[in-house]
Each structure stands twice: as C-alpha cells, then as structure tokens.
C-alpha cells in the first residue's frame, strides 16, 4: 500500500521530499507552482537537481503534479479556454523538467454550453498537448462531484473524453469524495464492488492510476465538493475500513484532508494504517 499527501513547495519544489518524508508518505502529490495564480515563476536548476536527489536518494515513488484551480479546459470562452491550454502545456514542460510521471487535471465547467460541447474542448486541450510534446506525463483526468455544469463525474464521460484523445499516456484519478457525493456508495462492502466493476467495465482498472483518498462532508449524492479527514466525514471509519481492504489499495493513493485543529496530516496517516489493518512501520 503506498499512501502519501499534497505537500507543500513552500520555499522551493525540493523541499516538498523532506515534507513528505516527515508525514511518512510512499508516494506523493504536488502543484509546481501557485495553483490561485496564472503568473509563475521559472523552475530553478539548483531546486530542479534537489529535488532529483533527494527523491532518488528515497523510497518515494510515484511522484503527481496537479494543475493549479484556474484554468478551465471545458469553457466556451475562447481567450479563457486559451489561457486554460497554454496553462496545461505549461504543466507539462514543469513536470517533464522534474521527471514527474503523472499530471492530475480538473476538467472544469461547460458553463451551461452542454457536456457535449464541454468534452469537445477538453479533448482538444488534450490532443493539443499530445500533438506538441514528443514527451507528456500520463495526463490523469479527476472524476467530479457532479456539481451543476461540471464534466466528469461519471466513468461513462471519462471513458468517452479517453476514447477521442490521441495519445495512451491519459488515464483516471478518482476521488473518494468527489465519487462518493457523485452518488457512487463506496461507503458500503456492496457498493464499493459495484462501483469498482463499473470502474472495469467502463474505463478499465489498468487505467485508474490513483486514488485521492479523501472523506466527504457532503453526504451520498449531495453533489457537494468538501474533504473531511478520514473516518470523520459521511464515508466514515467501516466506508474507509472497506475502501482500504478493497482492490483500491492496489493504486497509490493521496489524501488531500484538511489543515485544521481536529486532525494532524500524521494522524490521518496514521488512522488510514490503523483501517487497513497494517502498522506505520508496513
């Protein structure tokens, strides 16, 4: 089981290794520059080199960049959608520089121009990149809560942005919470077999590549988009005791809980063992 945190680039990307080896994480998610920002700052050599070291010199591995919050790949405005792309391509020469092999998106709102029209744009950001760059990280598509406009929270519309795209280097994230306010139960032993058969059947296990390992606030098929720390939220401890006993464990798996005073991020490192049935030390 490989399970770890989106750490901190505070003060540079290098330092995100040590954070996570403090938080004691097999595996690891990071945004390479400020994600509330179009503006960014060049990677530095000496940070790029560091952060090298310092990962080979670990048991860390695989390592995720994520898109930062702003760019929309689904929009039907054209200088939004623009900078959403030129966004993307930026996110991939940054994770080539830093040899990070995968890249979590969100895919954003059509805006009420229709989910068709929505996975047109995303398809063509998409091959747009593939066609650009003779290398890509596996671009990783993150399954939504299903909010209104939203395009991605089925495996069926995963499965048909996949299929129009040019490139095998794409894949699936699916997030806990995100699929759980979507409506797929995975709280229950029979709905989390469910919704993993339906993973299979749709998009295929081989190309769910991670896990955002996250409790919901927001109760089944609320639609609601708010992390809980594990065992606390509406998925619970027996959700999560069934989620980590599952196939699921299989993939390497990110929390993304909250920074507040009910929970340390070891904590929840720790009560995420203590579910699975292992200790710390495995």
Not at 231 to 255: W, Y
Request: charged share 25%; net charge negative; with cysteine.
């Amino acid at each position: 089981m490989r399970v770890g945190f989106h750490v901190s680039i505070k003060d540079g990307v290098d330092h995100a290794v040590e954070r996570a080896q403090g938080l004691g994480c097999a595996t690891f998610q990071i945004f390479t520059r400020s994600p509330r920002m179009w503006k960014y700052r060049e990677l530095r050599e000496a940070e790029v080199q560091d952060f090298k070291d310092k990962l080979n010199a670990s048991n860390i591995k695989p390592v995720f960049s994520h898109m930062p919050y702003l760019p929309n790949l689904s929009t039907p405005n054209p200088e939004m959608y623009l900078k959403s792309v030129n966004s993307l391509k930026v996110e991939v020469e940054r994770s080539n520089i830093l040899d990070v092999p995968y890249l979590v998106t969100h895919l954003g709102s059509h805006l009420g121009s229709g989910q068709e029209a929505g996975m047109k744009q995303i398809v063509s950001a998409l091959n747009t990149v593939y066609e650009t760059y003779s290398k890509t990280p596996v671009i990783l598509l993150e399954n939504t809560s299903g909010k209104r406009n939203e395009i991605g929270s089925s495996f069926q519309e995963l499965k048909s942005i996949i299929d129009a795209v040019s490139s095998d280097k794409i894949g699936v994230c699916f997030d806990t919470c995100h699929g759980y306010t979507k409506g797929y139960d995975i709280k229950t032993s029979q709905g989390l077999e469910a919704t993993i058969q339906e993973m299979e059947e749709t998009i295929g296990f081989d190309k769910v590549h991670l896990i955002h390992l996250n409790d919901s606030k927001g109760e089944l098929g609320s639609k609601i988009d708010r992390h809980d720390h594990i065992g606390m939220g509406q998925i619970g401890e027996n959700g999560f005791r069934n989620i980590l006993t599952s196939r699921l464990v299989e993939k390497p798996m990110i929390m993304e809980t909250p920074l507040d005073e009910r929970r340390t991020s070891l904590d929840n490192m720790r009560k995420v063992h203590e579910l699975a049935g292992l200790d710390m030390c495995e």
